[in-house]
């Protein structure tokens, strides 16, 4: 693919993977990552 196309889908909001919500499973296992008050985690694709 060209970088064209996916530039064109991103400013046209057509991605289909930015999701309001995060992931189900993702909220539900989320203490197993033991992160610090504060932190966050970069989870591509996951909402």
Request: hydrophobic share 40%.
């Amino acid at each position: 693919m060209e970088a064209d196309f996916w530039h064109g889908k991103w400013s046209r909001g057509e991605t289909g993977f930015h999701k309001e919500e995060a992931h189900p499973l993702l909220v539900a296992h989320v203490d197993a990552l033991k992160l610090s008050a504060g932190r966050g985690c970069l989870c591509p694709c996951a909402g």
